[in-house]
């Protein structure tokens, strides 16, 4: 069983969509990483929260430390958001989910 | 750009032989993680380094080891490789050890095993 599950795996959405990408855990935690991760390779941290909600342009992150959950928003979706989503989450150390693919159709 | 830079970005070797991959880390990070992505997995933690010395290993036998350098960069050697050991590896540089630190990630070096 994974530490970090993420939910959907897969995602297609039209542009100008409301996109969620969840995360559940089940290690105590002291922080949560939200990562995007471009075909390539390459991941750039998004978001670090270890409590309530955080936003950066068209980007929400929220997480409910009591409920072991968070969530990933995008709002009014587009192409270049297209990329590999993935939680991570620090407890003694750091757990990653597999990944949310998402593509976002012009 | 996160300015953290990997080399090479691609390699492939063979069953049995020894492999060095390398990493830049931003200047001032003194705390260089390791990761391994297996193709359609997260990164799994290989270990961490903190001023050139190891500060946590994840669930990865001793024939993974690594090195940091006073000048930001590190190592990652793996001896004997096996079949499973094709995957994307990743580093990573934080300002500090503490998990809350925000980590700037390199590009990866994909190795294939043959």
């Known amino acids: 069983k994974n530490e970090v599950e993420q939910s959907p795996q897969n995602l297609t959405a039209q542009e100008g969509e409301f996109i969620t990408i969840n995360c559940s855990y089940s290690v105590g935690i002291s922080a949560l990483h939200w990562l995007q991760q471009h075909p390539g390779g390459g991941i750039v941290s998004l978001f670090m929260l270890s409590s309530g909600k955080k936003k950066h342009g068209r980007l929400i992150a929220t997480i409910n430390i009591q409920e072991k959950h968070s969530s990933l928003h995008i709002t009014a979706s587009h192409p270049r958001d297209s990329a590999v989503y993935i939680c991570?989450?620090?407890?003694?150390?750091?757990?990653f989910g597999t990944g949310t693919s998402l593509t976002v159709i012009p | 750009e996160t300015g953290v830079t990997q080399s090479p970005t691609h390699l492939i070797k063979t069953r049995g032989q020894q492999v060095t991959l390398r990493c830049s880390s931003q200047?001032?990070?003194?705390?260089v993680s390791w990761y391994q992505q297996a193709l359609g997995q997260g990164p799994q933690f290989i270990f961490q380094y903190y001023r050139e010395e190891e500060n946590g290993r994840g669930n990865f036998p001793p024939r993974f080891s690594g090195l940091q350098f006073p000048n930001y960069s590190s190592e990652l050697n793996v001896n004997a490789l096996e079949l499973d050991d094709s995957a994307l590896y990743l580093c990573a540089s934080s300002l500090a050890t503490g998990r809350q630190e925000t980590q700037y990630f390199g590009p990866g070096t994909r190795l294939l095993v043959l």
């Open positions: 991570a989450v620090v407890g003694n150390q750091f757990y």
């Open positions: 200047s001032g990070h003194n705390t």
